[in-house]
DNA sequence: AATGAATGAGACTTCATTCAT
DNA sequence: AATGAATGAAGTCTCATTCAT
C-alpha cells in the first residue's frame, strides 16, 4: 500500500490539507465563499503554492464535492452488515445517511441541488434501473425484498419504493440542513421519527 | 386595474426586466452568483441605472426568492377542497404541490435551498407547533386524522408524520428537478407512485 | 428692499433651502461628504431640479462656505458698539467668535485650513497693512489703542498684536473643534479663561 | 543597520513610495481626496497592488497621520533645555515648534484639523489635566511657574493658561501655513513678535 | 517546494450631471 | 418648475491566476 515516496506522501499530505482548509471555511461561511486566499491563510501558505497541487480552484471545489459525496457513500455501505434483520438494517441506513450528510451540510445541499449532467451523472437515482446502477437504492430494495420474504413485489414496484424512500430520506435530511436554527431536541424528534418509523412504513405494503 | 401612469407602468416594466435578468442568471449560472453587473450586462443598461429601482442587491435577490415562494403556496391553497375522502385529499395535494412546483423549478430550489433567517422565516417546517403555524402541515395533518377517524393518535405523532411527508415530498420534488434528464414515463410513474402509494403509506400506521 | 416678484422671492426661498439642507449635512457627517443627492433628499426634491438654481455642486459649496464666513464676521461686527470700555468689548468680540465659530465648525475649518488663493483671498490677516484692510484686524487694533490712551504704540506693533490675538483666537477656536469630545465644563472654562483673561494679557504691554 | 533582506528593503521602498505619492495627493487636492486609485495611478502600479502592502485604505491614512505628529513632537523634544531662564525657554521652545512645523506644512495642516479619534487621541492637549499627560503643555507650564517663583498660582489657571498659549502657537502657525505667500519679511516679523513677546505675556500675569 | 510581486477582472455602490418630458 | 431615467466615472475592495526568483 505504501508504495509512495516520501514526496508523494509529502504531497498528497498537503492536498489533504488544502482541501480540509476547503471544508472549513465553507461549513464556517458557506460553500460559496470559498477562495483560494483564504484557504491559503488558513493553512499558512502562500496562495501560489495551492498552484503546485491543484490545477485551479475548481479542481479544489470538484474534489471536495466527490470526496463529500465518496464520504457519504462510503459510510452508508459500512453500516450494511450490522445485523440481519432487514427493518432494523433499514433503520441503521436511514439514520446513518441523515447524520453523515448533517457532517458536510454544504456539500450535500451543493451536490443535490445541481442539476449539471456533470453533478447529476453520480448523483442521479430515479432513473429506470437505478437499483441495479446505485449502491444506496440497490441496499434499500435489498431491505425492502427481506421485509417481505415469501410475496412476490413486481420488481418495478420495489425500485419505486426504493427510489422513494431515497428521495424522501435526502427532503429530510436538505429540510434539516435548511433549518439549522432547529431546537436540538426537535431535530432528534424528526431523526427519530423518520428513520425509526416512516421509512418503515415506506417499505411496507399491506 | 390600471391606474398606474405610463410612468409608473414602465418603472414596473424595467424592475420585471431586472427581475427576470436575474432569475435567468440564476438559471444559468446559480444563485449565488447573480451580480449586479450580470443583470445590467442582461437588460443592456448601465449597472448604476439598477440602484435607481432597487435600492440594493439584496432587495432583488429578496423579491426573486419571495416572488417564487408566492407562486408555489397560492397554487397550493387553491387546491384544497375537491374531496372528502381524506385518503384521496392527500394523493391530490401532493400531486398538486409536486406539478406546481415543476413549474417554477428554479425559484422552488432556490427557495428551499437557502437557510438564511430571511428565507427560512417563511419556509421552515420541522419546528414543534407547525401543524399550527404552517398551513401545508396543518392541511396534511388533518388529512391524516381524518383517516383514523376512531382512533386516537398522539398529537405530537401526528405533526411528526406530517412534516416528514412534506419533507419527504419536497425530497421528490427537488430530485425530479434536478434530474431534469428523466425519461417522461419514468417522471410519471415517480409522480404517480409516491403520490399515489407512498404518501398513503406514510400517512397510515398499523 | 422687496423689489423682488413672487417667482424670484420663491427661487430664492429655494437656495436657501438648498444652502441650508448642504449645511445640514455638513455638521452631521462632515464637509467633505456634502453631495447633491442627499442635499435633494433633504429637501424632498430631485436632484435634477438643483441644477435649477445652481450651476453645480462647486457654487454650492462656495456659496456654503463663503455665508459661513459671513456670518463669522458680520457677527463679529455687530458686536462691537456693546460698550465704550475697549477692554470690555475686546473680551466680547473675543468670545463671541469663537461661540459663532463653533456653530459651524466644519465651515470654519475648510475656510481656515484651505490655502488656495481663492480662498486666502479673503481670508488672511497676517500680511503688513492688515489692520486697514480687515474689520476684524482693525476692531482689535482699535481695543488696543483704546486701552492704552495717552501711550504712543508703534504702529506696527500694534498691528502685530492684533495679528497674534486674531491668530490665537483662531487657533484656540479650531483646536475646540477638534476635540469635540471636551468636557463642556472645560470647554466653557478654556472659552472662558482665553477670552477674559489671555486676549487682555496679549493687548497689554508692561 | 541593514538587516534586511533585499526583498524586505524592497518592499519597505514600496510602502515608502505609496505614502509619499499619498502625502503628493493631500498636499495637492486636500487629504480628504486621497484615493487608492490616485495612488495607483500616481506610483504607476494596479489599485489591487496596493492591499499587498496596506490592509486598507485606513492604514494608509493613518500612518500618513502618524509620520507626521512623529517629526513634530521629536523635534520639540530635543528642543528643550538650552537655557535655566524660563522666560527665555518658552521663547526657543514657541519659536522652535513653528519653525519645524513650518517644515512640514501639509502633515501638520493634516494632524491638526482632523477630528476623528484615531487623531485627537493623541493630538488632544485642552482636557483637564493634559499639563500631566501631554509632553508640550508641561513643558510650557513648567516655564510659566519657574517665571513667577514666589507666587503661587492656582494650579488649574496655570494649565489654562499653558493650555492656551499651546492653542495660540498653533493657530499661528496653522495661519502662517495658510497665507503661504507671505513675504518673507513680514512672516519673519510675525513668528519674531509673537515668540517673543505675545507669549511671554500672555505667561505672565499683572 | 515555496514565495512575493503584480495584474486584470470583477464585486457593490455612490456620485455629479444631463436630458427628454 | 420639476421629474425620472440614464450614464459614466470613480470609489474601495477581493479574487484567481501568473511569473520570476
Redesign the pocket.
Known amino acids: 500500500m505504501s508504495t509512495l515516496t516520501r514526496?508523494e506522501r509529502?504531497?498528497q499530505k498537503?492536498k489533504d490539507d488544502i482541501l480540509a482548509a476547503a471544508r472549513e471555511i465553507s461549513n464556517q461561511e458557506g460553500f460559496g465563499?470559498?477562495?483560494?486566499?483564504?484557504i491559503a491563510h488558513k493553512i499558512?501558505?502562500?496562495?501560489?503554492?495551492?498552484?503546485?497541487y491543484f490545477a485551479?480552484?475548481?479542481e479544489i471545489l470538484e474534489q471536495l464535492l466527490q470526496s463529500g459525496y465518496l464520504k457519504l457513500t462510503t459510510s452508508l455501505a459500512s453500516s450494511k452488515m450490522i445485523t440481519d434483520d432487514p427493518e432494523e438494517r433499514l433503520r441503521v441506513m436511514t439514520r446513518t445517511y441523515i447524520e453523515e450528510a448533517l457532517k458536510i451540510p454544504e456539500e450535500f445541499v451543493i451536490v443535490h441541488s445541481d442539476s449539471s449532467p456533470n453533478v447529476t451523472k453520480h448523483t442521479s437515482f430515479l432513473f429506470k434501473g437505478a437499483s441495479e446502477k446505485r449502491k444506496a437504492i440497490h441496499m434499500i430494495k435489498k431491505c425492502i425484498m427481506d421485509m417481505h420474504p415469501q410475496e412476490e413485489w413486481e420488481e418495478e414496484m420495489v425500485e419505486l419504493t426504493a427510489q422513494s424512500i431515497a428521495a424522501a430520506t435526502m427532503g429530510v435530511t436538505l429540510k434539516l440542513i435548511a433549518e439549522s436554527n432547529l431546537e436540538e431536541a426537535q431535530r432528534k424528534k424528526i431523526i427519530d421519527y423518520f428513520s425509526d418509523e416512516m421509512v418503515v412504513r415506506m417499505a411496507k405494503h399491506e
Open positions: 514526496r509529502d504531497a498537503m465563499s470559498i477562495s483560494i486566499r483564504k499558512e501558505y502562500t496562495p501560489s503554492i495551492i498552484y503546485h485551479n480552484k475548481e
